[in-house]
């Protein structure tokens, strides 16, 4: 860290984390032991508010956009947002991205998005978003997928689903 040490409101947040998980950081100067004990939080629904604290705090960007790309999907889709504008500008766009991709797999998965559309739908889909989607549609977007998918594995994986 360029300033020699977490600030006052990050080491406020450390602590609540702490606290709350019964660990105790053993540097909070690392980013390492800090992404450890971030980690920790992320399936502890109680630590969640201490957590998101330290990602709005967190002078690692990329150590807070991998914090936020880890619990998005954990999160109810209400809930998304909140922790997209935890993030410094700077580092925003990827977990913007992923809780778009997010709901577009949720959308899927609820009927929102009728099978027919997701041919116009798919050349703006990322890969991630593409091979989650071949893993776990119904017949007419694997179809889709299994002809038009992105690369090999994104329509090998969605002949493999289609049997």
Known sequence: MEDGGPTP????????????????????????????????????????PALRDAVAAEPDGALASGVVGEILERL?????????????????????HRARELATLEDL???????GRVPELLADWSDWLQLRVAA???????????????????RRTAAECLG
């Open 9 to 48: 409101r990050l080491r406020d947040a450390l602590r609540r984390l702490e606290e709350g998980l019964g660990r105790v950081l053993a540097d909070a100067g690392d980013g390492h032991a800090r992404w450890e004990l971030y980690r920790a939080a992320l399936d502890s629904g109680p630590a969640r």
């Open 109 to 115: 998965r609820s009927g929102e998005i009728a099978p």
């Open 76 to 96: 109810p889709r209400a809930e998304r947002g909140d922790w997209v504008g935890a993030l410094a500008p700077e580092v925003r766009a990827f977990a913007e």
């Open 136 to 154: 776990e549609a119904r017949a007419p977007v694997l179809r889709t997928l299994a002809v038009s998918g992105r690369t090999r594995r994104i």
